[in-house]
């Protein structure tokens, strides 16, 4: 078995302590308190059952208070996935969005994050969900809009004579009340 890896030199079990009684990060404060605990003298198992998780995870939390100090034993949100697009292909998906559809050409009246998925695959050969390219077009400064539907047959210049007019809610009375009595 290969021997526990040191912890940091300038740092003592009280010194740890009191930045675990400090931090308002409860996850923080048990880890700090685990390593407390080995500075302490106490073995890695003890620091284990003090925090909780195993023998490997207080391997990982030496290793990232060795490197970063007591601020590497925050919980730290994942960067996530890389993102399938080069800048050069997100510059060719603007231009495309940009230049709007040719109905005869890309069999479209308008854009829908469908057809440019198709588009991207069959262009750069990238596939690529709806919910990854809405997300991808936001990030571009992109909204989804839609268009108000409207039938296929409608004048819009006859659209004034058929709107509904009515009086106004309220009204002037026609008659006076007399003053109420005080």
Avoid at 31 to 51: C, D, H, K, T, W
Avoid at 72 to 83: E, H, T
Avoid at 106 to 126: N, P, T
């Amino acid at each position: 078995m290969a021997p526990p890896i040191p912890l940091r030199s300038d740092y003592e079990a009280q010194v740890v302590r009191r930045l675990g009684r400090q931090s308002r990060d409860a996850a923080q404060t048990r880890r700090l308190l685990a390593l407390a605990a080995i500075y302490e003298g106490g073995s890695r198992s003890e620091a284990a059952r003090i925090g909780g998780v195993t023998l490997q995870i207080v391997r990982d939390w030496v290793i990232r208070f060795n490197a970063e100090g007591p601020d590497g034993l925050v919980d730290r949100k994942s960067s996530g996935a890389p993102s399938r697009l080069k800048p050069e292909q997100r510059k060719a998906l603007v231009g495309k969005i940009e230049a709007g559809p040719i109905p005869a050409v890309d069999g479209v009246v308008r854009w829908r994050l469908v057809d440019l998925a198709q588009w991207v695959f069959e262009e750069f050969r990238i596939s690529i969900s709806v919910q990854t390219l809405s997300r991808e077009l936001r990030a571009l400064g992109y909204r989804k809009l839609s268009a108000r539907p409207r039938h296929h047959a409608q004048n819009e210049f006859e659209l004034d004579a058929f709107k509904k007019t009515s009086l106004p809610r309220w009204q002037k009375s026609r008659r006076t009340r007399p003053p109420a009595s005080p």
